[in-house]
């Protein structure tokens, strides 16, 4: 019914963006995870989540967020999320996500903020 | 009919003993063309027709098989041979001849002759009925014709000699007999039963046509030697008897004759038809097996037992290919051990997968020879080997395989008998697997339903009622159960807690969160009265405990129905919309989802609010069920349309704005569209 997609792209040595795409749902999480696992793999934990084009998230895809942030913290990198439609930043406000997460309105200011943390 | 049979042997006797009678009395005089003689004549005819009755119910009540059938008349006739013999050894003065006419000389000849031509009589009923049914087997339209024909004429014949003396063929008589031997010949070919004879009973069926064959040739010849006082005997007794006798022992000898024949030629192809038969039954005893058995372990089973049996296999076993994982699991075998199998195949790799590409049958004629499974040690019962497939939708399910003790063990047949078994367990091995599936997919459907039973349970049956306020509820599960949740609880005389919840995710995992959340907001709501501080020790209790991606919106309102006071805590949850004269608004106070962090940053950034409610004020408070709900066309319900619709029906009771959120949504979403668990719980001070 719905479509999702992630690609993964880097943006500086040590910054990759994951660019979310359409509907993260229950049934679409996994994708996100599946990329979210393999940066890990790699161990690049400086990750901006690019949401421009993302449509709609659901709680499960809420979830997958918080599935991933304690490592990506404990190795000192950070999930930052940018550009956010107002629509899906009403739904990550609700839950009281800025109070979590770094949202930013572009890649650049994310990677400042990135600077920033050395 | 035991009545009935009674009366037509009793009366049978009375006419025989009547004939015999008659003929004691009459022994010296000369009685020709008399009324007593013809009526000595009708009663003996009378007597042979009640007979003929009386053996026909007795053979129908004991149907027999074919070669029984043909066995007893070998017997009758030897019986009858033995007792004309043995009657003709017996020194007595027999008859004397006047004029064509026979007269007994004693009256133990007239005894002796009646009793031979009693079983004369027997022995023709039987033999006729005998024959009757060997003629009928496979019965043609011109079958009952024909026979009923041959009944006529050797009737005629026998009749046409009714009122003449003893020893006198009469021109009628010659003629009926020669048709009546023209329609022996031609009911003679009626040997249909001999085709389906298995081989073994072809062979008993040989001899026993033959013996009745030349029993046949011996009446015939004995009954035509006119020294002595036996054939007299007959001839005096009843002429027609002694013709029927005859003309009957004519068809036996062709009949037999040509059965003896026929089965003779027919015994060469009888393996090959026999095998045909086999096919034939077992293709059909599988088929009932599809119907029947629905274990997959009895299923294979049996499939391997009947094709060891059908092609006389020296070994067979089959493989059915599980459908979660590429493993093959051996299933059964018959006559071979799982380490011979184990030997086989790992030294035959490439059978298997020709035969899994090619989804076609491969014959190995000489398993040391062929390239392909020369690496096999040797085993006599291996010498040559088919494999095949078993399909399902061009799936593979299975492999057979069948082994011979010889080289070049496996004909044609042998193949297409395999093939056909093949197509047949593979349907029964699919049919097996969807009724199971489909057993546990209803088992599943019983459970969820039982859950959602269970989870209609955990909201509140009855929500209490208040002078000074209304309260309504209600919650809808997408699926069968969801984790939405709605609770009030009285707190002390005055105050009710009223907390609605959602749990992310959908289903049965978001149903365990939500009963996690029942149990915590009923324990915890009496302890800590101050939402914030309630929310706080909620959090604290699920945090840790739930999975990492998993969090629960509580939203958690404590209203005093006296004074009308409302404090309230949001734990990430949807806004409250409140609508009174001054403020029509949603309430949004800080605060995070339950189980997503820490007591510390949790209770660092929760707010409390509150407000005052004044008579037609109106609270609702829902889950995202509401305003993420979504048309056919891909558009959200949203705050707006929630808005207007509490708005627009103000004045109406609590219920009644419950009601008409519900049906907005329903008609905006309609058939097509898309909606999550969906709670709504609406309160209006009305004091």
Same mark, same amino acid.
């Given at each position: 019914m719905s479509d999702f997609k992630v690609t993964i792209r880097d943006h500086s040595e040590n910054i990759q963006v994951l660019d979310l795409k359409g509907y993260l749902d229950a049934h679409t999480a996994p994708v996100l995870e599946d990329a979210f696992g393999k940066l890990l793999n790699e161990k690049k934990y400086r990750i901006i989540v690019n949401c421009k084009e993302l449509t709609y998230i659901s709680s499960a895809?809420?979830?997958?967020?918080?599935?991933?942030?304690?490592?990506?913290?404990?190795?000192?990198?950070?999930?930052?999320?940018?550009?956010?439609?107002?629509?899906?930043?009403?739904?990550?406000?609700?839950?009281?996500?800025?109070?979590?997460?770094?949202?930013?309105?572009?890649?650049k200011d994310a990677a400042t903020k990135f600077a920033e943390m050395k | 009919m035991k009545?009935?049979?009674?009366?037509?042997?009793?009366?049978?006797?009375?006419? @025989?003993?009547?004939?015999?009678?008659?003929?004691?009395?009459?022994?010296?005089?000369?009685?020709?063309?008399?009324?007593?003689?013809?009526?000595?004549?009708?009663?003996?005819?009378?007597? @042979?027709?009640?007979?003929?009755?009386?053996?026909?119910?007795?053979?129908?009540?004991?149907r027999k098989g074919i070669i029984r059938q043909i066995g007893y008349v070998a017997v009758w006739t030897g019986l009858f041979l033995g007792a004309y013999l043995l009657t003709s050894f017996i020194p007595l003065k027999g008859f004397e001849s006047r004029n064509f006419k026979l007269y007994p000389r004693d009256y133990i000849t007239i005894f002796l002759s009646s009793l031979l031509s009693i079983v004369a009589a027997v022995f023709a009923v039987f033999v006729t009925l005998y024959l009757k049914d060997l003629v009928h087997y496979k019965r043609k339209k011109t079958t009952k014709r024909n026979f009923l024909f041959l009944m006529a004429f050797i009737l005629a014949a026998s009749c046409s000699s009714l009122s003449a003396p003893q020893g006198e063929n009469s021109v009628l008589e010659r003629f009926f007999t020669i048709l009546a031997v023209l329609l022996i010949i031609a009911n003679s070919f009626r040997l249909a039963w001999i085709a389906y004879l298995p081989r073994r009973e072809k062979f008993y069926a040989l001899l026993y046509s033959f013996l009745s064959f030349l029993g046949f040739l011996a009446i015939l010849i004995i009954l035509s030697v006119e020294t002595g006082w036996t054939q007299k005997g007959l001839l005096y007794y009843s002429y027609p008897l002694y013709t029927f006798v005859r003309l009957i022992s004519i068809f036996g000898a062709v009949y037999f004759g040509m059965a003896g024949i026929s089965t003779l030629f027919h015994l060469p192809t009888a393996a090959a038809f026999d095998r045909k038969q086999t096919e034939i039954s077992s293709l059909h005893n599988l088929g009932k097996l599809i119907n029947q058995v629905f274990d997959l372990k009895e299923l294979v089973d049996t499939a391997t037992t009947l094709t060891f049996e059908d092609i006389e296999a020296a070994s067979v076993w089959l493989e059915v290919v599980a459908v979660d994982d590429e493993r093959n699991r051996l299933v059964s075998s018959k006559n071979i051990s799982?380490?011979?199998?184990?030997?086989?195949?790992?030294?035959s790799s490439s059978i298997r997968s020709v035969v899994l590409q090619s989804k076609k049958f491969l014959l190995i004629d000489s398993v040391p020879e062929d390239k392909r499974t020369t690496y096999i040690p040797k085993m006599k019962k291996v010498s040559s080997l088919i494999v095949v497939p078993l399909l399902s939708h061009e799936k593979l399910i299975g492999i057979l395989y069948a082994s011979k003790d010889i080289e070049y063990g496996f004909e044609q047949d042998d193949v297409e008998i395999l093939s056909g078994f093949a197509d047949q367990v593979s349907i029964?091995?699919?049919? *097996?697997?969807?009724?199971?599936?489909?057993?546990?997919?209803?088992?599943?459907?019983?459970?969820?339903?039982? !859950?959602?039973?269970?989870?209609?349970?955990?909201?509140?049956?009855?929500?209490?009622?208040?002078?000074?306020?209304?309260?309504?509820?209600?919650?809808?599960?997408?699926?069968?159960?969801?984790?939405?949740?709605?609770?009030?609880?009285?707190?002390?005389?005055?105050?009710?807690?009223?907390?609605?919840?959602?749990?992310?995710?959908?289903?049965?995992? !978001?149903? @365990?969160?939500? !009963?996690?959340?029942?149990?915590?907001?009923?324990?915890?709501?009496?302890?800590?009265?101050?939402?914030?501080?309630?929310?706080?020790?909620?959090?604290?209790?699920?945090?840790?405990?739930?999975?990492?991606?998993?969090?629960?919106?509580?939203?958690?309102?404590?209203?005093?129905?006296?004074?009308?006071?409302?404090?309230?805590?949001?734990?990430?949850?949807?806004?409250?919309?409140?609508?009174?004269?001054?403020?029509?608004?949603?309430?949004?106070?800080?605060?995070?989802?339950?189980?997503?962090?820490?007591?510390?940053?949790?209770?660092?950034?929760?707010?409390?609010?509150?407000?005052?409610?004044?008579?037609?004020?109106?609270?609702?408070?829902?889950?995202?069920?509401?305003?993420?709900?979504?048309?056919?066309?891909?558009?959200?319900?949203?705050?707006?349309?929630?808005?207007?619709?509490?708005?627009?029906?103000?004045?109406?009771?609590?219920?009644?704005?419950?009601?008409?959120?519900?049906?907005?949504?329903?008609?905006?979403?309609?058939?097509?569209?898309?909606?999550?668990?969906?709670?709504?719980?609406?309160?209006?001070?009305? *004091?």
């Open positions: 895809g809420l979830g997958v967020f918080m599935a991933y942030i304690e490592d990506v913290r404990a190795n000192k990198g950070d999930i930052k999320l940018s550009d956010m439609t107002p629509k899906v930043f009403n739904i990550f406000d609700l839950l009281g996500f800025p109070m979590l997460y770094d949202i930013v309105s572009s890649e | 009545l009935r049979k009674l009366l037509l042997i009793l009366s049978m006797a009375v006419l @025989f003993v009547v004939v015999f009678l008659i003929n004691a009395a009459t022994k010296n005089i000369e009685f020709d063309g008399s009324l007593i003689f013809t009526i000595r004549n009708l009663c003996a005819l009378g007597s @042979f027709i009640i007979l003929y009755f009386t053996i026909q119910i007795y053979k129908s009540e004991r799982e380490e011979e199998i184990e030997t086989i195949v790992s030294h029964a091995i699919e049919n *097996a697997r969807l009724i199971k599936k489909s057993i546990e997919k209803e088992r599943l459907q019983r459970e969820l339903m039982l !859950a959602q039973e269970m989870q209609k349970r955990l909201l509140p049956q009855n929500l209490p009622h208040f002078k000074t306020v209304e309260m309504k509820g209600v919650s809808s599960p997408a699926l069968e159960v969801g984790g939405d949740y709605y609770d009030v609880v009285m707190l002390d005389k005055h105050r009710v807690g009223i907390a609605v919840g959602d749990v992310s995710g959908k289903g049965v995992g !978001a149903a @365990f969160y939500m !009963a996690e959340v029942k149990g915590i907001f009923q324990s915890l709501s009496k302890i800590y009265s101050s939402p914030k501080e309630f929310l706080i020790k909620a959090n604290e209790a699920l945090y840790g405990s739930i999975d990492k991606r998993s969090f629960i919106s509580l939203f958690y309102a404590v209203l005093d129905t006296v004074s009308g006071t409302l404090t309230f805590s949001r734990g990430g949850h949807c806004p409250m919309l409140f609508i009174s004269k001054e403020r029509q608004e949603y309430i949004k106070p800080l605060g995070l989802g339950l189980g997503l962090v820490g007591t510390e940053k949790f209770s660092s950034t929760i707010k409390e609010e509150k407000i005052s409610m004044q008579s037609g004020d109106i609270c609702v408070f829902y889950t995202d069920g509401v305003t993420e709900s979504r048309s056919s066309e891909g558009e959200e319900f949203g705050y707006e349309r929630l808005f207007d619709v509490v708005l627009n029906n103000k004045r109406k009771s609590a219920d009644e704005i419950k009601e008409e959120i519900i049906q907005t949504v329903w008609n905006f979403t309609d058939e097509k569209g898309y909606h999550d668990d969906l709670t709504i719980f609406v309160i209006k001070w009305i *004091a």
